[in-house]
């Protein structure tokens, strides 16, 4: 069975300064992980996806995510804060390596971007 | 090329009566999975549909439903409403089933029970 912890459940960083939301997954099998993001009233958007092969990568916007599986982390980035980024975050869990399987999402974070 | 509709955007309606919700997925794809999003509260898997069949359940009761139509759009169905069923419902399309596939979301369908 798959889970996702995200570790906060809001962050509040100053435009310009570095983005840090944390993720720690648990699968049993080997993972597919994802981040979508989610602005007020609307649905969910694809930030980026691993499936398996650069541990790091990179998404839209200027964010990216690193996996390491030793940590069992999916941790997401960005250098500088935009007031735009302003959202809610979603770490997002699914087996790779089974047939069919569904999403499996944390509980969210959200992200407030100050002036 | 549209993304994910739905209809309707919101809903109202009151305890014990019957709703009907739609989706039309990304051109292309043939999957399409709906998704519980409670206030405050991450997405929780309802179903999936491939091949006009429902392929796998979340933990709901039977009072949800649905169907998927041979040119692979889906409805969701929700009998005897109860408060608690008050919610964004997200439709998500695919390309085939499998965990690495990537879902693209519609933007939902706020229902609220009275």
């Known amino acids: 069975a798959q889970s996702v912890t995200q570790l906060d459940s809001h962050v509040s960083v100053s435009e310009g300064t570095p983005v840090l939301l944390r993720c720690n997954y648990s699968?049993?099998?080997?993972?597919?992980l994802f981040w979508y993001v989610q602005h007020p009233n609307k649905g969910l958007q694809l930030l980026l996806k691993?499936?398996?092969?650069?541990?790091l990568v990179k998404g839209i916007n200027g964010f990216e995510a690193e996996f390491k599986k030793s940590e069992t982390s999916f941790h997401l980035t960005k250098p500088s804060a935009h007031m735009s980024d302003a959202a809610e975050y979603f770490c997002?869990?699914?087996?790779?390596?089974?047939?069919?399987?569904?999403?499996?999402f944390g509980k969210g974070t959200r992200l407030s971007v100050i002036a | 090329d549209a993304g994910v509709t739905q209809s309707p955007t919101h809903l109202i309606k009151t305890r014990g009566q019957q709703v009907t919700l739609r989706c039309s997925p990304k051109?292309?794809?043939?999957?399409v999975s709906w998704y519980q999003q409670a206030l405050g509260q991450g997405p929780q898997f309802i179903f999936q549909?491939?091949?006009?069949?429902?392929?796998q359940r979340g933990n709901f009761p039977d009072r949800f439903s649905g169907h998927q139509f041979p040119n692979y759009s889906s409805e969701l169905n929700v009998n005897a409403l109860l408060l608690g069923d008050s919610a964004l419902y997200l439709c998500?399309?695919?390309?085939?089933?499998?965990?690495?596939?990537?879902?693209?979301f519609g933007p939902g369908t706020r229902l609220l029970v009275l």
């Open positions: 998500a399309s695919s390309s085939g089933t499998g965990g690495a596939k990537t879902q693209y």
């Open positions: 699968s049993s099998y080997s993972p597919s």
């Open positions: 691993y499936t398996s092969a650069a541990t």
């Open positions: 997002v869990v699914s087996d790779r390596g089974s047939g069919n399987t569904p999403l499996v």
């Open positions: 051109s292309g794809h043939d999957t």
């Open positions: 549909y491939y091949e006009e069949e429902e392929r």
